[in-house]
T-cell receptor, first 116, second 116 residues
Framework: DVKVTQSSRYLVKRTGEKVFLECVQD?????MFWYRQDPGLGLRLIYF???????EKGDIPEGYSVSREKKERFSLILESASTNQTSMYLC???????????????FGEGSRLTVL | AQKVTQAQTEISVVEKEDVTLDCVYE???????LFWYKQPPSGELVFLIR??????QNEISGRYSWNFQKSTSSFNFTITASQVVDSAVYFC?????????????FGTGTRLLVSP
């Protein structure tokens, strides 16, 4: 089974702190994603990566950065956490989609971040 | 632009009732995939179904069924004889296959509460 593991289920940080959210997948997937989930807004894409050291901005990248040094690991970084970044963060991975094959995502259990 | 609309924010039913979750999508692409995901209280999104734009056949899997109608751009999900374990947030999602990197676009989700 595909396993996507997020390092922390619950975090509490203070405004201005640097926050690292780690995600590891064990299925050799090329694509990895970070989403943010907020009530009434659904899932919004922050950043994604389709290869090692490659990254692309999603729909809401402001205030975030990412790192992908190894294929299996995709980290989300909040350089200076703010209260409006309190949210549930979901990591996902998917294999490279080919003809006739549409990008099913495999998700981790999420990291609930509270910024005080 | 692509968009997925789940107009029902929350639905409450009593066990054994049938319930339909609505999903309406917008896309200019002719080739796309539609998905449903389930998010139980544990937080991890679980893949339920993928349907490509060329296959309008309805699908049934146990108590779950899906009705895909391109004429109305809808991909509705019906749970027959609902159970308490069906309580979750359900997301409909869309991915286009002809426009660069394939990103999933999610609806805002429908929370289903099934009471005993």
């Amino acid at each position: 089974d595909v396993k996507v593991t997020q390092s922390s289920r619950y975090l509490v940080k203070r405004t201005g702190e640097k926050v690292f959210l780690e995600c590891v997948q064990d299925m050799d997937h090329e694509n990895m994603f970070w989403y943010r989930q907020d009530p009434g807004l659904g899932l919004r894409l922050i950043y994604f990566s389709y290869d090692v050291k490659m990254k692309e901005k999603g729909d809401i990248p402001e205030g975030y950065s990412v790192s992908r040094e190894k294929k299996e690991r995709f980290s989300l970084i909040l350089e200076s956490a703010s209260t409006n970044q309190t949210s549930m963060y979901l990591c996902a991975s998917s294999p490279l989609a080919g003809a006739g094959d549409g990008g099913e995502l495999f998700f981790g259990e999420g990291s609930r971040l509270t910024v005080l | 632009a692509q968009k997925v609309t789940q107009a029902q924010t929350e639905i409450s039913v009593v066990e054994k009732e049938d319930v339909t979750l609505d999903c309406v999508y917008e896309t200019r692409d002719t080739t796309y995939y539609l998905f449903w995901y389930k998010q139980p209280p544990s937080g991890e999104l679980v893949f339920l179904i993928r349907r490509n734009s060329f296959d309008e056949q309805n699908e049934i899997s146990g108590r779950y069924s899906w009705n895909f109608q391109k004429s109305t751009s809808s991909f509705n999900f019906t749970i027959t004889a609902s159970q308490v374990v069906d309580s979750a947030v359900y997301f409909c999602a869309l991915i286009m296959m002809n426009t660069g990197f394939q990103k999933l676009v999610f609806g805002t989700g429908t929370r289903l509460l099934v009471s005993p």
